[in-house]
């Protein structure tokens, strides 16, 4: 790998649009560390990674944290707030743009920031379509910059045991599985109220799987098709757009042309006192082994009077992100949600400082080969939320039960209705 000397002034400045609970959970503690200290690797010397703007609906929680932590634990950044916020965060000078806006309205900002030239890590799920990612991915190629997801699933250290023993050959030839994510009723009642209407939990959080099966036991099969249900009242009326909890099933064709099948089931009304806040397990049946995984049962289980299962969890995640007294001393925030949004960082520098700059083309595709997070890499997943968002869709205007079809003769992506012959195209592309 080319090295150059390590500059003293080599910064990237980040812009976050979007500012709400995974902003809080992820984004503040990496940029709150990188406030702290630069990052580091051998070909880019110390990198200073400083939050300089952020850009969201109204503005107020930005401001509020802004007011408390500007200087002292964060970089010091501008707030800025209403519909012409994005423009206003591109303008003030940014190199890479977050965005954690909900799930409908990542397409627009990440077009912006890519159209500016600016590199772009998107939260899951990263678009809801797949003529939005192909014009993402076309408009990061023609403005030589990245653009990125947030899996952080795939940086869990069970997920990563898994894949290892997958790729050397211990657990052979998944057959099916299933995976559970439930997620308590203050999500849909409370923080997401402003923009849930017509969304579904499979949208939101299944894709959190589709990676992990698709990025785990791919990229040798081809997704085959795609079906879902779900129930509605509780979020909002039974014969509304609005899903209260959904399983979705996804079929994968292996080389040898078995089937594998997954079942994800997904909720957002599970009761607020549940032990762990959020329901999360997994289960991978082989055609020699089965992998079975629950994220919170890790072995901690903690009651406090008066504090558990509301303010502290029973059965707590430290791994994803908690806060930690060090053994020499110092607090920090950390974990793998925390550590894949440095990870995308590190590659931003890479491509920016990892070498003499006419290399630069060489560097950021070897960061677009990076397929736990590029998002050319992303088409199964978008392809899948495509086919759900549609078949739910369909089912809240009384035509239950459509499957769609990938890769068919007629289209990338094909939805038939029960009692049908004719499929409506929904992606003429190939998936
Ligand atoms: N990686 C994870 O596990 C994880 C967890 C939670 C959420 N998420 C993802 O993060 C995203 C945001 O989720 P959240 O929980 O932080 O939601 P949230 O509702 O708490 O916050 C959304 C933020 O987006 C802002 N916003 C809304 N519309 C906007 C617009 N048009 N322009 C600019 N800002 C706008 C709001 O003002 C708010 O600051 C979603 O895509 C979600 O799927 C990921």
């Known amino acids: 790998m080319q090295t150059t000397a390590p500059t003293a002034s080599r910064h990237l400045r ?15 503690p990496f940029f709150e560390a990188a ?12 990198v200073h990674v400083a939050l300089s703007a952020a850009a969201s609906r109204t503005g107020t929680r930005a401001e509020r944290y802004r007011q408390s932590a500007s200087g002292k634990t964060i970089s010091p950044f501008r ?4 519909p012409d916020a994005i423009g206003e965060l591109l303008a003030a000078g940014v190199d890479a743009v977050c965005v954690a806006t909900p799930d409908d309205r990542h397409f627009e900002a990440a077009r912006a920031a890519l159209t500016a030239g600016k590199h772009v890590l998107i939260e899951k799920p990263s678009v809801l379509d797949l003529t939005q990612l192909d014009a993402l991915t076309r408009l990061a190629e023609t403005h030589g910059v990245l653009a990125k997801v947030v899996y952080h699933k795939l940086a869990d250290p069970d997920h990563k045991k898994l894949r290892t023993l997958v790729a050397d050959g211990v657990l052979h030839h998944v057959n099916n599985g299933y995976c559970s994510l439930l997620e308590p009723k203050s999500i849909s009642s409370g923080q997401f109220a402003e923009w849930i209407v017509g969304r579904n939990p499979a949208t939101y959080v299944a894709v ?10 791919g990229p040798d099969w081809s997704l085959d098709r ?10 909002g009326p039974a014969g509304g757009p609005t899903w209260d909890s959904v399983q979705l099933q996804l079929v994968y064709r292996h ?10 089931h997904t909720s957002w009304v599970t009761p607020d006192n549940f032990p762990g806040y959020v329901e999360q397990e997994v289960q991978f049946r082989f055609d020699n082994a089965v992998w079975s995984a629950h994220q919170r049962k890790r072995g901690v289980e903690l009651t406090v009077e008066n504090r558990t299962p509301g ?5 707590p995640n430290y791994h994803y992100n908690s806060t930690f007294l060090e053994p020499w001393g110092e607090r920090s925030q950390r974990g793998y949600g925390v550590e894949v949004i440095e990870r995308f960082f590190k590659e931003v520098a890479f491509v920016e400082f990892g070498g003499p700059p006419d290399q630069k083309p060489d560097r950021l595709k070897r960061m677009r080969a990076l397929t736990y997070n590029d998002l050319s890499a992303d088409r199964n997943c978008v392809a899948v939320v495509q086919a759900l968002e549609a078949i739910l869709r369909r089912a809240a205007d009384g035509i239950p039960g459509c499957v769609v079809r990938v890769n068919g003769p007629q289209g990338g992506l094909t939805l038939f209705e029960p009692g049908n012959a004719s499929p409506l195209v929904l992606y003429p592309g190939r998936v």
Do not use: C, W
């Open 79 to 82: 707030n800025f707030a209403g």
């Open 311 to 315: 303010e502290l969890k029973n059965t």
């Open 14 to 28: 980040a812009g976050m649009v979007g500012f709400g609970m995974i902003f809080d959970e992820t984004y503040r």
């Open 35 to 46: 406030f702290r200290l630069p990052l580091f690797s051998p070909e880019t010397g110390p």
């Open 208 to 217: 959190h799987y589709l990676k992990l099966i698709d990025f785990t036991f």
């Open 255 to 264: 080389p040898d042309q078995r089937e594998a099948a997954f079942d994800i």
């Open 226 to 235: 795609v079906s879902a249900t779900g129930q509605r009242g509780l979020v």
